[in-house]
């Protein structure tokens, strides 16, 4: 297929495009270059006769209707969004222009596109969210794709009012879509300010390691490219008007998250005291979810699907891979807000 991938040198959308380009897909990478985004992190296919690159903002509805026009692509998988929790505390109104106005503007653009080129039957528009739209889970209890939408944070309340609009654009006009929400990713060119990496380059620094709250919300932890394959999985095969959650099947508290962290670097990079000893309890974040936890069983059932990297593995393969990257993450430090508290009223 020749797929337009959304917020394509971003961290989730990067994954997707070198494992498309990987599949023998062709990429056309459509991304506004904001704050997050890196085009180090698609270098790898930058050269690839079946990869080109679109600086656009998916608000922009005459670039969008260029771009379909020009690359003509059998698929859009939709990943452009703002997705810090702490920046939607302190700016929501960045979040409702581009998760809500744009995918809005993207599914209009998407649907004149495929109109035009008489509604073909093998067109698909992927719709990539989050778990955190269902809001907060007790001690138990897992999150299915029935479960009712309750997002707590502007973040996944915007992301929630996109996941509605693509239905609605599928119920109404017939747009051939698909839908997945996934678990907390983590792994390679994972952007400096999300909690994984934050522990992993303050340690290194041997700054204090910041833990919200008591440190006992739990999340389901999901390698980045096992969610990058089942997110071309779910493309290729998935029912149209469904939704698919994908999860990695590993729980993990905050501070157990931290703690190993520190253990793996302890053991790859030894500094002159562990690393635990620089966990530092700090305010919670306000309206701050307990716990997300996946059913991932309708993956697995209707399209064989299942994750294949532990969060023991993946957690080791993410530190390797910082501390053999650092002129990576040394040129992003220097990014508006990153390394600093953002998201305390």
Known sequence: MKILVTGGA???????VRQAIAQGHSVVNLDALTYAACLDNVATVADHPDYAFEHADIRDAEALAR???????????????ESHVD???????????????????LLQ?????????????????????TDEVFGSLGATGLFTETTPYAPNSPYSASKAASDHLVRAWGETYGLPIVL??????????????????????????????????????????????????ALLCVLRRGALGRSYNIG?????????????????????????????DLITFVQDRPGHDQRYAIDA????????????????????????????NQSWWQALQARDGVGKRLGAL
């Open 248 to 276: 990695g099947h590993n729980e993990l508290s905050n501070l157990e998250l931290v703690r190993t962290l520190c253990a793996l670097l302890d053991e790859m990079q030894p500094g002159s005291v562990p690393y635990a």
């Open 180 to 229: 997945s929400n996934c678990s907390n990713n983590y792994g390679p060119f994972h952007f400096p300010e999300k909690l994984v990496p934050v522990v992993i380059l303050n340690a290194l620094a041997n700054d204090p390691i910041p833990v919200y709250g008591r440190g006992d919300n739990v999340r389901d932890w999901l390698y980045v490219e096992d969610h990058a394959d």
């Open 67 to 81: 771009i379909f026009d020009t690359h003509q692509p059998d698929a859009v998988m939709h990943l452009a969004a």
């Open 87 to 105: 920046r939607s505390i302190d700016g929501p109104g960045t979040f409702i222009e581009t998760n809500i106005t744009g995918t809005y503007t």
């Open 109 to 129: 653009a998407a649907r004149t596109y495929w109109s035009a080129q008489g509604k073909p039957d093998n067109f698909r528009f992927h719709h990539v969210s």
């Open 297 to 324: 069983s309708r993956i697995q059932d209707e399209l064989g699907w299942t994750p294949s990297v532990t969060v023991e593995e993946g957690l080791r393969r993410t530190v390797r891979w910082y501390l053999d």
């Open 10 to 16: 971003g961290f989730i959308g990067s994954a997707v």
